[in-house]
């Protein structure tokens, strides 16, 4: 039996002790960002539901002293959770089994590669500086001095208080495999297990009590944290669970609400061919607890390892959970390699005692959805770093992340959305050059402003409604794609429950918006529209076109494909909020790109008289003296001066007219620039270099 420390109310200080990431400025702006109240209360609520879970548990093994609250089945480590209403036991287990390709071949599946020194990106991103959080069925083994001693974590992973003191094998494992694939070393005597964010570090908690944890971690500032478990779905689980928005669903989103830049990764689970008793339905329609949220990023996995090769890395995998939801949300969100992943190993498999260099290899047994979301979780990651080096030290809103992450995928299996591979396969490399050509949000928006792409964090009236259309100008590149999209963070919908029956369709969106694409010229008339994804009955269909305002229920994301734009034409993006959804504040994230990529023009001087708008990098010559010639042209900091020589003597005349030049900041080939601010005109900008 698992003996826990008490948190209760002291859960938020308890955890914001523990948790350092990011600098302090950032941890600071990342605060003010949260609900402290909110999560506060949500914190305290949730440890109470824990420790009311965990008092039923401990009755219901007092009178069935013949069964383990954690044992081993098949492989897998379980761990009895709560009681359900009916009186049986709910297990938790993990989305894997370890005894992997590898952590380096995950990444390199899903680009990553292409942010590492020498990269296609031009960048050194490798997770320095950026904390990710971790929750397993288990924590990770330590050595007699309480520190984490397997080669590929040493110093790069530590366990919260309070924890369990014993973890099952099977489990400790598990929690070692998925920790190493985020953030393990780049050690010489094992390359090819590499973690994908190899300079990032975690901190790890025992996910029994994750909600109150992770509400307590958000409050800190946390940014992305990874979840590869969920609870076992047996014979004995209510049909009516499946693809169900139950209360753990909507206890997640309610806490994300709060946090607008945490988003947690969460494994989609392993049953699409078991047979427990949803067999019928054929892999679909099996997301439970957080992986039927509307906030999360639920991850898919693909890959299948072919006798005599070569292995089929974007092949849906035999395992991976399908969706829908029951309202018809797509699930999974993602999907990236989770077949034959080579990680870190906590136990000896022989012996049993704790090891510092055992590793899984890489075959079938060392799969799951379990090893899929921990690697795109460690991307998400990598992207907050990047785009944070280019902003000042800003980091995205969860929505912003998710968009940018879905709406560059590769698309795989049906085009378009589809419930297998969810918005496709993650494409790191699409993301990152997203972020590299962002156009300025100050310019104003014209042709020769476009530098690419777009992201945006928009505020919404909250008087908008149906008929408001929010508008954004645009210019496509032609050649390739013109792709728009649209996210946001949801509020907690309407609980699902058992009296429902099994399989409702209502929908448990709170807030809806739609987007269109609208051509300006030269056919004014010509309108593109989103995916519909398809529905709960019609799962299998293929994604089909929209032609109106909110004819999807894709969930919390919409995207436009223009396919063949015309090359620097111009098209309005369109947004509107469904009438019906909260009159309230909301951020919604806008992602696009296939954007028009001119090089900026030469800069301009501000200047004074005829000479205004000449580019040069010299005084204007006009002359300001009211009488006679000037002599001379004085460039001061931030002014001309003209001496005026005339028949009533000397003067001065002056005008403002502020240098601007291009600044081009730089840590070299491969280095890491770190700036506290935008490097722009009238700003005092500080950057910290790193070489390579």
């Known amino acids: 039996m698992k003996n826990w420390l008490k948190i209760a109310s002291g859960a938020m200080m308890t955890v914001a002790l523990s948790v350092s990431a990011q600098s302090v400025d950032q941890r600071k702006t990342l605060r003010q960002s949260v609900d402290v109240t909110e999560l506060s209360t949500l914190a305290d609520k949730y440890q109470k539901k824990f420790e009311a879970d965990e008092a039923k548990v401990l009755a219901y093994l007092l ?140 901190k790890n908690w025992d996910a029994a009590n994750d909600l109150a944890e992770m509400t307590a971690a958000a409050a800190t500032g946390l940014l992305v944290s990874n979840h590869s478990y969920g609870d076992a779905n047996t014979q004995s689980t209510n049909l009516w669970k499946y693809g169900a928005y139950d209360t753990e669903a909507k206890d997640w989103d309610a806490m994300l609400k709060a946090a607008p830049n945490y988003l947690p990764f969460v494994a989609a689970g392993n049953e699409q061919t078991s047979s427990g008793n949803f067999a019928a339905k054929a892999g679909y329609d099996i997301m439970t607890g957080p992986a039927a949220s509307k906030n999360t990023m639920v991850v898919g996995a693909v890959g299948v390892i072919v006798a005599g090769g070569p292995n089929d890395d974007k092949a849906m995998s035999a395992y991976s959970n399908w969706g829908p939801t029951d309202d018809g949300r797509v699930k999974p969100d993602i999907v990236a390699k989770g077949t034959g992943i080579d990680s870190a190993q906590a136990i000896n498999a022989t012996t049993g005692a704790l090891t510092n260099s055992a590793y899984s290899g890489n075959g079938d047994d060392s799969s799951g959805t379990s090893y899929a979301s921990p690697a795109a979780a460690a991307a998400g990651l990598l992207l907050q770093q990047y785009y944070s080096t280019l902003t000042g030290g800003a980091f995205m809103r969860s929505s912003t992340l998710k968009a940018l992450m879905l709406g560059t995928a590769e698309d795989l299996g049906n085009p378009g959305p589809d419930h297998k591979f969810g918005w496709g396969l993650l494409n ?262 790193s070489p390579a």
């Not at 110093?155 to 495999?177: I, M, W, Y």
């Not at 953030?183 to 390359?191: E, K, M, N, Q, T």
């Open 428 to 689: 790191i490399e699409q993301a990152a050059q997203a972020i590299k050509k962002r156009t300025s949000l100050t310019a104003p928006a014209t042709l020769a402003n476009s530098r690419g792409s777009r992201i945006e964090e928009i505020a919404v009236n909250p008087a908008a409604d149906s008929t408001t259309e929010i508008t954004r100008r645009v210019y496509a590149k032609g050649g390739q794609p013109l792709v728009v999209n649209i996210g946001w963070i949801d509020d907690e919908g309407p609980e699902q429950l058992a009296s429902e029956g099994v399989d409702p369709t209502t929908s448990r969106m709170v807030y809806e918006f739609d987007v269109m694409v609208r051509q300006v010229a030269p056919n004014p008339l010509v309108e593109t529209w989103p995916w519909i994804v398809p529905s709960m009955l019609n799962r299998t269909a293929n994604a089909t076109i929209a032609t109106a305002w909110f004819q999807s229920n894709g969930g919390n994301f919409r995207q436009v494909i223009i396919a063949n734009p015309i090359a620097n034409a111009e098209y309005t993006i369109v947004i509107r909020k469904k009438t019906g959804s909260p009159a309230a504040d909301r951020s919604l994230s806008l992602v696009a790109f296939g954007l028009a990529e001119t090089a900026p023009g030469l800069p301009v001087d501000g200047a004074c008289g005829s000479a205004n708008g000449t580019p040069s990098l010299v005084a204007p010559s006009a002359n300001l003296c009211s009488a006679g010639t000037a002599s001379t042209v004085t460039s001061g900091t931030n002014s001309f001066t003209w001496t005026c020589n005339s028949d009533n003597g000397g003067a001065n005349a002056s005008c403002a007219a502020p240098h601007q030049y291009t600044v081009t900041a730089t840590a070299g080939a491969n280095g890491t620039l770190s700036c506290n601010s935008p490097v722009t005109g009238g700003n005092t900008t500080t950057c910290i270099a």
């Open 63 to 202: 009178a069935n002293p013949t069964l383990k609250r954690d044992d081993v089945v098949k492989g897998v480590g379980r761990s009895i959770v709560r009681i359900d209403n009916d009186g049986n036991p709910v297990y938790r287990v993990a989305r894997g089994t370890v005894d992997g390709q590898k952590n380096r071949a995950s990444g390199i599946l899903i680009k990553t590669d292409s942010l590492y020194p020498g990269g296609s990106i031009g960048v050194n991103i490798t997770g320095t500086g950026m904390l990710a959080g971790v929750w397993e069925p288990g924590v990770l083994p330590v050595d007699g001095s309480g520190a984490v001693s397997h080669d590929l974590l040493i110093g790069k992973a530590t366990n919260q208080d309070p924890q369990p003191t014993t973890t099952v094998a099977g489990n400790a494992n598990h929690a070692a495999h998925v920790t190493g694939t985020i953030v393990g070393s780049d050690i010489a005597s094992r390359p090819s297990a590499r973690g994908i964010a190899y300079g990032a570090t975690s």
